[in-house]
């Protein structure tokens, strides 16, 4: 049996913002962030309605890109995007993952710009961990999907398990 606790108990609870500013956290995190299958299924439409920005560097580029991406290394965004994306677009743009803040950087450039932006969770990383196809200077790629990603190997339907692996009902 599962013992739970009341809030007023819960020590991570000692501290909890009111419903509002709870309501205007997480609907302003929507507004800044994507997730890898959201843009996967944006990339997939007709007229996306947005351009993908790697931010990482020539050599990551190399390594692995997201298909229809383009390349422009945050560092570079405030000097070249006004020539190679048209001003007002949107734009979401990611770096390799988690851990790495160069998708926070860029997408504070483009918002400078005055772009709409929205910056991709997880990054490149998550891009391939989750099984998507991305390019190579070599040519394509593709990752078996890591059962630790909430994705299953047939795609992303969700809400199931599958050979052990746990799959997101998002």
Known sequence: MTQ??????????????????AVAHFRGRLGFES??????????EAEPGFVLVDA?????WAQGHVPGAIHLPWRRIAAEASERIPSGTPVVVYCWGPACNGGTRAA???ALLGHPVKEMLG?????AREGF???TA???AQLAPDALTNVTPAGLAGGAVTDGA???AC
Do not use: K
Request: overall charge negative; charged content about 20%.
């Open 123 to 127: 990054g490149f990383e998550y891009w």
């Open 138 to 140: 070599d040519g394509p």
């Open 56 to 60: 990482r560097s020539d050599e990551s």
């Open 35 to 44: 997730d890898v299958s959201d843009v996967a299924a944006g990339l997939a």
């Open 108 to 110: 504070l450039e483009f």
């Open 4 to 21: 739970t606790t009341t809030l007023a108990a819960s020590a991570l609870f000692e501290h909890v913002a009111s419903q509002s500013d």
């Open 166 to 168: 746990i799959t997101c």
């Open 133 to 135: 196809a991305y390019d």
